[in-house]
Each structure stands twice: as C-alpha cells, then as structure tokens.
C-alpha cells in the first residue's frame, strides 16, 4: 500500500498563517498528489468485490463496508476486528436519516478513541468555515475522480522557445506573466466534472471496462452502422453524412448533437475488458466518480454475444 504516516517537506506550506505543519491526502488535492508522488506515498483506497480502487468512503457517504470490500483485499490490508466497529458509518450526521445534529459525530468519537489509546497529542474544537450543497444544505462530501489529460508538459521546451520569438507589446507580457505561466505549465485537464465540461468523444461500458475514442464523424458513421447491424441501435443518425460536406451543407438528420447521442449505442466489440485507464487522478467534486463527462455514450453487447 506504500509508506505514510510521516513527515515530509512541501514548498507551498508555509509559516505566515499557520504552524508550517499540514495533513496532507494525495487523493484530495493537486498539491497533495504532487509532493505525495515525490516522497513515494500513495494515495489511500479500498478494493471493491470487483476488484476496483475505491475511496474511503463510499457514494452514500458512510465508511466502506467490509462486506463490499474485496476479500483478498480485507485479510491482506485490513485490521477487520478493529476497523469493524467503524465501518459503514456514515462521516457526516447529515446524511444519516437517523441522526440528528447533536448525535455523537464519526469525527469527534474517533478522536476520544485516539485519546484513550495516548495517540493523540491534543484534542480541541474549531469553529471553521466548510462548503454546502446549494440544493441539500448538506456538508460536501469530496470523492477522488479520474480525469483525462494532454500531456502539455512534453512539449514545454517547445512552447518557452516559440514565445521568446514573439515579439511582445510590450515586451514583459512575454517575459512576465504569460512566459512564467509557461515554466509552470502542467498537464491540461479536460474532463473536469462541472456544467460547461468539455465533451470527450469517448464511449464506455457501464462498467468501464471498454473504452472506444471516436476520432472523427465519418468514424462515428461507420460505428453506428455496425451497431445497426448488431441490433443495439434501430438506424443510423448520420445515414446522410458524407464526409467532406461542410457543416452548413450538413443536413439536420446528420448533425452530431449530444441530446440525439446520449439516447443511442454502439456495438461493443471486445468481449474481454480492454484495460484503458484514465492518465491520473485529481481532487475531487460533489458527485459521485465518473472518468468522463456526462455526455458518454454506452456500449452495448449484441444479443447473440456472451
């Protein structure tokens, strides 16, 4: 599971508004992932029963319940006798039906455990400031997602050279802001998980285990044709399209929109699981997990298939 529980040093802590120590996740933060990944520890997860990574706590918001855990998982990684009496509790009294605000809290009883066992070195209460949801006024609850990202880092060399031969009006823009936001440039996020994401063109089983990137309409055309044929898909939407037609030239019945594609499906191919994975991982959002945008397509498995 990697090293943890120690002490590690961070260029973004520092001693203005704090001790200069900080808890740090790598799975809740760009800059916990980073100084996470250069010190070698890994972020902390379960393994479900279908063998997939998953967060501490699960979408209802409890602590992931033995029962759902991986076997294998539980005897090699987990203390089952101890971890027991906290499991499947939820982390916060407002999602739990049952409780009530002034019910004994996950947080507070973990701490008079660490109290009693001479683990902790100080206990005290602070009144802090900690994000709602809008709709609910429920506390948010942060999940670890996985994202996709161009590798824009490869080429920052490249870009750093073109910009010192522009010739900047004035000449700080080029030297200042924009070229120190090249030298810190990172991988470029696309899939972020809010309202205007950036639709992937990737369809998906529902379990992820397939991933198909369509590269172009004419490629999308020759898809859904196969779906026909397969039976997931009663015709083609793009029958019309032809490719080197303008978009103006399109006829409507051809026009990729995605409220016409999130109601349809294309074959799945493989009857084995691929084995894509997202490039990395980032903090987390209010929703539950989800590699890409809601725009996703899904595969489907002809009749006849296994």
């Not at 859904?224 to 103006?248: I, Q």
């Amino acid at each position: 599971m990697g090293d943890a529980f120690r002490v590690i040093s961070g260029d973004y802590v520092t001693t203005v508004d704090g001790t200069g120590i900080v808890h740090i996740a790598p799975t809740f933060g760009a800059d916990d992932d980073r100084v996470g990944k250069q010190a070698g520890i890994v972020p902390m997860y379960v393994v479900d029963r279908a063998g997939k990574n998953q967060p501490m706590v699960d979408r209802r918001g409890r602590l992931f319940r033995i029962e759902d855990m991986d076997p294998d998982f539980v005897a090699k990684y987990v203390d089952a006798e101890r971890y027991r009496e906290w499991a499947g509790r939820f982390v916060k009294n407002a999602y739990d039906p049952s409780l009530g605000p002034d019910d004994p809290t996950l947080d507070i009883d973990i701490a008079v455990m660490l109290k009693g066992e001479g683990k902790a070195f100080k206990i005290e209460k602070h009144t802090h400031s900690y994000p709602h949801c809008w709709r609910t006024d429920k506390p948010v609850l942060y999940y670890p997602l996985d994202s996709w990202f161009i590798r824009t880092t490869a080429l920052r060399e490249r870009l750093m050279e073109l910009n010192d031969a522009i010739d900047w009006k004035p000449a700080s823009t080029g030297t200042g802001r924009f070229g120190k936001w090249l030298e810190g440039l990172v991988d470029w996020n696309l899939s972020r998980s809010r309202f205007w994401g950036t639709p992937l063109p990737i369809w998906a089983t529902e379990d992820r285990s397939e991933l198909k990137c369509i590269g172009s309409v004419a490629e999308l055309r020759a898809e859904a044709e196969k779906a026909v044929a397969a039976g997931v898909m009663k015709s083609n939407p793009l029958a019309a399209f032809r490719e080197g037609t303008s978009r103006r030239r399109t006829t409507t019945s051809s026009t990729c929109t995605v409220p016409m594609w999130t109601t349809s499906s294309l074959y799945r191919t493989r009857a084995n699981p691929c084995g894509a994975k997202a490039t990395s991982s980032t903090s987390g959002s209010t929703a539950a997990p989800c590699p890409m945008p809601r725009c996703i397509i899904r595969l489907k498995s002809a009749a006849k298939s296994s």
